[in-house]
Each structure stands twice: as structure tokens, then as C-alpha cells.
């Protein structure tokens, strides 16, 4: 009887550990997001994974930190009154990312886009 439960509990921790390694495991990237024109960080901008949930927003100094699934390969950057970025993750684990001011004249003609500002 012990013998069966040894072998029982043997096999169930040889299936466990097989089954651990085979999830991927989330790694840690971090960035920081400036403006091109002034080359100043920039707060509050929207830092998600492309086709995910997976989402974060940078801090004061325009920095971010993600945890990703090796899955994962789009980040989207997006903040009002500047244009959407769409980078590629790599192996890289370390972003410097730059989003351009947009002109209000971008959004003419376009139904339901707002500018932020009017004159």
C-alpha cells in the first residue's frame, strides 16, 4: 500500500512540475515616454498590450513598468493630444519611447474625434 502511494504521489508531482513549466512566464518590461518636441517626460499616458487587457500608465517622470507574456508582441501608446504609437516587442526589456504633439487640423472630418482644444 505504501508503495502505491509513493508511485501515486510521485507520478502527480512529476505531472505538476511538467505541467508549471510549460505555462510562460510573464517578464517584466520597463520604459519611459518623452515628447518629441520639447523632450520632456510625459505623465498619464495609456501603455497596453495590443489585443489584451493588459495595461498600465506612466508616472510623473513619464516612466512605466509591465509584466508581459512572451505572447505578447504590440505595446499601444496613446495620450490625449498626441498621436498613437504602436511598438513591437522584443527581447529588449528596456523601452525610450517618443509620441508626437497632434495637430488639431488631424482631426477635421473625422465623426466623433473632438479636438482637445479650440481656437
Known amino acids: 500500500m505504501k508503495k502505491v502511494f509513493a508511485s501515486a504521489l510521485l507520478l502527480a508531482l512529476l505531472v505538476y512540475s511538467i505541467t ?19 523632450s520632456l517626460p510625459l505623465e498619464g499616458v495609456s501603455v497596453r498590450v495590443k489585443g489584451s487587457g493588459n495595461s498600465t500608465g506612466t508616472q510623473v517622470d513619464g516612466s512605466f513598468s509591465l509584466s508581459i507574456l512572451p505572447e505578447e508582441k504590440i505595446l499601444v501608446v496613446s495620450l490625449a493630444g498626441y498621436g498613437i504609437k ?32 479650440t481656437k
Open 20 to 38: 508549471a513549466m510549460a505555462q510562460p512566464k510573464p517578464v517584466t518590461i520597463n520604459g519611459k515616454i518623452t515628447s518629441f518636441e520639447e
Open 86 to 117: 504602436e511598438v513591437p516587442i522584443t527581447n529588449a526589456r528596456e523601452y525610450n519611447i517618443v509620441l508626437r504633439r497632434v495637430d488639431n487640423v488631424s482631426f477635421k472630418n473625422q465623426p466623433g474625434q473632438v479636438p482637445a482644444t
